[in-house]
């Protein structure tokens, strides 16, 4: 995928413009939207928000703003914390309970994809591979790409190629039929992780609902039972297990008679026969917070572990994630058990969310982008596909919000960017739930669109 940066126009924030910071007993009279809600129904999803396009506008009024937001956060009693940051300046312009942490749902997966594309690069591939075994048995080595498919390849997708299990059984079969092989056992080799499957704070129905699979360095269609029908979200309990064979399968019908063999390590040196790698980091990335998808976040943080020299474990993944968010100067506010936002244990504060996409929409980071290009587009993309952003309580947002979303029980969060009336681009954080009760959605969709239709400068 190719991405082309506008050219920024950056004009001066004005002078003495200061956060507004309200206490609970606090409310300002709300005043209404200064423009009509736009017309973008037929708009392009990609002409929102301009990649690393800052916006020539002032920045809004703090008060005008927290005027807006405060009355549709609705009072002290409000199970909601917000912030809204200007992106040029780093400058908070509203805060409500702001570094108050709460559970992230979902957006932590915006922390873990900034977290792999400052450490591991925007074109480093995940590779699966196969090498020869001892006793004249081969390996399938799993390198963590849970991306890697026994489907066909699809010329319409919307996502480049992804790893064909189809592709590495018959280069595989070609070596070994080259070397006078036809008959072989397939161990498999998933030492690329290490410790458990699941994380701490993931709920016991998690797995059994299909929500994730269990973790493992090898999988083939995310451990799916029934990749080509997407309605069928169950999992497979041993998804190495079960990769090993589907290759053998494949093996057999590239001419090399295939049985699965056990759980192994891979001998050091070992003779490759075979590799296929993923799509690269970025598009991991769109792709994760697009559809926010928890096998592919978990994946990415285990690549920041490695990177790091670390095990690729829950609680190293976690920590090395956190070790560059530091090294970014953002990792305050920050607390994961997990890359995916599953964990109930999880605890992130709105400010480190808006700090932490402002960084990767900067001028600053261009590595990052692809966190900016992967949010979903509010009410064309992803998870905020219609029919969010379709009522008219949060229209004005469609197309000038890119946000991810997060959702557990009693909790919603939405973190992103928007482009005020002005054309100032702004990051923000709306946290809402403790997990005791429903939440509605759809008022941090409003807070968004609010801030799309502030026309405050």
Not at 131 to 155: E, K, N
Not at 358 to 380: N, W, Y
Not at 448 to 454: L, M, Q, S, T
Request: hydrophobic content about 45%; aromatic content about 4%; charged content about 20%.
């Amino acid at each position: 995928m190719v991405l082309s940066l506008s050219l920024l126009n950056v004009f001066a924030i004005a002078a003495g413009a200061a956060v507004v910071k309200l206490t609970p007993d606090q409310r300002l009279t709300p005043q209404p939207p200064s423009v009509a809600v736009r017309d973008l129904v037929r708009a392009p999803a990609s002409a929102a928000i301009p990649v690393a396009d800052l916006g020539s506008g002032r920045p809004p009024n703090p008060s005008t703003l927290a005027g807006r937001l405060s009355a549709l956060i609705g009072g002290p009693r409000a199970k909601v914390s917000a912030v809204v940051i200007d992106v040029e300046t780093g400058r908070p312009l509203f805060d409500w309970h702001a570094d108050r942490p709460a559970t992230p749902a979902s957006t932590t997966k915006v922390v873990t994809s900034v977290a792999a594309l400052a450490s591991v690069g925007p074109a480093h591939r995940i590779t699966t591979q196969v090498v020869r075994g001892a006793g004249g048995g081969i390996v399938l080595v799993g390198g963590g790409d849970p991306t890697l498919t026994a489907l066909p390849t699809r010329p319409d997708a919307s996502h480049p190629p992804y790893a064909s299990l189809q592709d590495l059984a018959r280069q595989t079969a070609t070596a070994l039929k080259a070397s006078g092989v036809g008959r072989v056992r397939v161990d498999y080799d998933t030492s690329a992780y290490k410790g458990p499957p699941i994380a701490a704070g993931w709920k016991p129905n998690y797995l059994p609902d299909g929500e994730v699979a269990p973790v493992s360095a090898l999988a083939v269609d995310e451990g799916r039972v029934a990749p080509s029908d997407p309605s069928k979200k169950a999992r497979v309990s041993d998804p190495a297990g079960a990769a090993a064979k589907q290759f053998a399968r494949l093996l057999s019908k590239h001419g090399v008679s295939a049985k699965a063999g056990r759980r192994i390590v891979a001998q050091e040196g070992a003779v490759r026969l075979g590799a296929v790698q993923s799509p690269p980091m970025s598009a991991l990335v769109e792709h994760l917070l697009t559809e926010s998808d928890n096998d592919v976040a978990e994946a990415v943080a285990r690549q920041v572990a490695m990177k790091l020299g670390r095990p690729a474990t829950f609680a190293d993944a976690a920590h090395t994630v956190q070790q560059v968010l530091a090294r970014l100067g953002v990792a305050g506010g920050v607390s994961i058990n997990d890359g995916s936002g599953l964990s109930t244990r999880n605890r992130i504060s709105p400010i480190a969310l808006a700090r932490i996409v402002s960084v990767a929409a900067g001028e600053e980071r261009p590595e990052l982008r692809s966190v900016v290009t992967g949010m979903p587009i509010a009410g064309f993309s992803g998870t905020l596909s219609p029919p969010r952003y379709a009522v008219a309580a949060s229209r004005a947002g469609a197309g000038m919000v890119r946000a991810k979303t997060g959702t557990l029980a009693g909790v919603s969060t939405l973190a992103g960017l928007a482009y005020d009336a002005d054309g100032r681009l702004l990051a923000f954080a709306f946290m809402a739930g403790d997990g005791k009760g429903p939440v509605d959605p759809g008022k941090l969709d409003q807070l968004a669109a609010a801030i799309a239709a502030c026309g405050c400068g």
